[in-house]
C-alpha cells in the first residue's frame, strides 16, 4: 500500500489528472456548498447560561456542583422540558408509533442540551435549538425546574428531620409530664418544696430546744421523717426533670429550625451570564463541512487513481 503513496507518484499522478482533480474538487465544493445549506441541514441556534450552587446541601461526598449536575440530568426535568417545547416533534420522534420514543428523546436530549461543570466550581448549560428565541427560552426553563425540584428534594430531607424531632420532642413531653406529675406528688402529700432549705430547718428544729420550737416539735419529726423517706426520691427526680427539661428545649430549637427549613422557599443558585436569543446560527458550520469534503474528496480521488495506475502498470 505504501506504493500508492509516495511523493514521486503522487505528483505524478497530480499533473496527469490535475484537469480530472480540478472537476472533482470544484463539483465537490459546488456539493458541499448546497448540501449544506439549510434546505437540507437545518440550522441550530445556542443559547448559553453559567450558574453558581447557592444554598445547596450535599449529600454524601458530592460537591454542590456536582449534586447540581445530577439534578439536572434527571429525567422529570427532562421530560417535562420536551412536553413543554414539544421536542419530539423538533426532533422528529413519534411517540404513538415508536415504541422507543423515550429512548430516543434522552439521546436527542443529550446531544442538544448539555450540561457540564467548569473548571470555576460553576455549571454551564447549553441548549440547541432550531428557534433562538426557544433555545433560551428551554435554558431559563431548565433554572427554574433545577430550583423546583431541588426544594423539593431539600424539603422532603427537612420534613423527615421535622417527623423525627416531633416525635422525640413529644416522647420528651411526655416523660416531662409523668416526672412533673410525681414531684407534685411528693410535694402534696410530703410537703416537700425545697430539700436543701427544709433540711437545714427541721435539722436546727431538731437540735435547737425553744419553747417555739417546741411547739412545732411534731411538725418538725414529721418533716424529718418524710424528707428522710422522700428525700432521696424529690431530689433525683428534680434533677432529672432539670436534665429532661434541657433536652426538651434543644430539641425545640431543632423542631424549630427543621420546620423553618420546611416553609422556606430559595433559590439554589446564582445566574451568572444569562441566557439570550442568538443572532447568529451556531449549527452547521459551513465552512468546516465545505473544508472536510474538499479534502475527504480529493484524498478518495487520489487513493482510487492510485490504484488503477498501479494495476494498470502491473497489468501490463
Not at 411517540?95 to 460553576?122: A, C, G, H, W
Not at 410537703?191 to 430547718?201: F, K, P, R, V, W
Not at 420546620?259 to 451556531?282: G, I
Amino acid at each position: 500500500m505504501s506504493e500508492y503513496f509516495d511523493n514521486s507518484n503522487i505528483l505524478k499522478i497530480v499533473q496527469k489528472y490535475q484537469k480530472q482533480l480540478v472537476i472533482v474538487t470544484c463539483a465537490s465544493l459546488l456539493l458541499s456548498v448546497i448540501f449544506s445549506m439549510p434546505w437540507f441541514i437545518k440550522p441550530k441556534y445556542k443559547s448559553t447560561a453559567v450558574i453558581y450552587p447557592a444554598n445547596i446541601i450535599a449529600f454524601g461526598s458530592e460537591t454542590p456542583d456536582e449534586q447540581m449536575v445530577q439534578v439536572f440530568q434527571s429525567d422529570d426535568i427532562k421530560t417535562q422540558v420536551a412536553n413543554e417545547f414539544n421536542l419530539y416533534e423538533t426532533y422528529g420522534i413519534d411517540t404513538t408509533r415508536d415504541k422507543s420514543y423515550k429512548t430516543k428523546l434522552i439521546k436527542e436530549f443529550n446531544e442538544n442540551i448539555t450540561i457540564d461543570k467548569t473548571e470555576l466550581v460553576s455549571v454551564q448549560i447549553e441548549a440547541m435549538h432550531p428557534n433562538p428565541v426557544v433555545a433560551r427560552d428551554i435554558v431559563n426553563r431548565m433554572i427554574e425546574l433545577f430550583n423546583q425540584k431541588e426544594r423539593s428534594l431539600q424539603k422532603e430531607k427537612a420534613m423527615e428531620l421535622v417527623t423525627i424531632l416531633k416525635k422525640q420532642l413529644n416522647g420528651k413531653r411526655t416523660e416531662m409530664d409523668s416526672m412533673d406529675v410525681l414531684v407534685r406528688d411528693i410535694r402534696v402529700k410530703y410537703g416537700i418544696l425545697d430539700y436543701a432549705l427544709q433540711t437545714e430547718y427541721a435539722t436546727e428544729g431538731a437540735l435547737i430546744s425553744s419553747p417555739m420550737q417546741k411547739a412545732n416539735e411534731q411538725e418538725v419529726k414529721t418533716l424529718l421523717n418524710n424528707l428522710k423517706d422522700k428525700g432521696g426520691e424529690f431530689v433525683a427526680l428534680n434533677e432529672h426533670l432539670w436534665r429532661v427539661r434541657g433536652t426538651y428545649n434543644d430539641l425545640k430549637v431543632q423542631y424549630e429550625n427543621a420546620l423553618r427549613d420546611v416553609e422556606k422557599n430559595l433559590t439554589y443558585c446564582n445566574v451568572v451570564t444569562s441566557p439570550f436569543v442568538a443572532d447568529k446560527k451556531s449549527y452547521p458550520v459551513r465552512w468546516l463541512i465545505v473544508v472536510i469534503s474538499l479534502i475527504s474528496t480529493l484524498m478518495f480521488s487520489l487513493i482510487v487513481i492510485s490504484v488503477i495506475e498501479n494495476y494498470n502498470t502491473s497489468k501490463q
